[in-house]
């Protein structure tokens, strides 16, 4: 079992930024993906951006630009930089491990984006 904690969220205006931080409680499985999921309000849980072992990235085509994804691995580490942050990106983010026999997720951590 991996917990795995969020951390970041905050109370932003749009166009501000933040960084999401995501540490595992323990070594991060060969072959898996880290990666980023939200759920806006009234919306289903959406993927945003995730980044294979060998640090292969995808974000979704709403946040290209704007959100970046990294991974330390030997800190067992996954970060969102989210930047020119808008109103619509207001969501809870959830980080998730995945793949090769796992699905762990984070219990979220609240970005709110408004003026």
């Known amino acids: 079992q991996v917990q795995l904690v969020e951390s970041g969220g905050g109370s932003v205006q749009p166009g501000g930024s933040l960084r999401l931080s995501c540490v595992a409680s323990?070594?991060?499985?060969?072959?898996?993906?880290m990666g980023w999921f939200r759920q806006r309000p009234g919306v289903q849980r959406e993927y945003v951006a995730a980044?294979?072992?060998?640090?292969?990235?995808n974000v979704i085509d709403s946040v290209k630009g704007r959100f970046a994804i990294s991974r330390d691995n030997a800190k067992n580490k996954v970060f969102l930089q989210m930047n020119d942050l808008k109103v619509e990106d207001t969501a809870v983010y959830y980080c998730?491990?995945?793949?090769?026999?796992?699905?762990?997720w984070g219990e979220g951590t609240p970005v709110t984006v408004s003026s």
């Open positions: 998730r491990n995945w793949g090769n026999g796992v699905d762990f």
């Open positions: 323990r070594r991060i499985a060969s072959s898996t993906t």
């Open positions: 980044i294979t072992e060998g640090g292969i990235s």
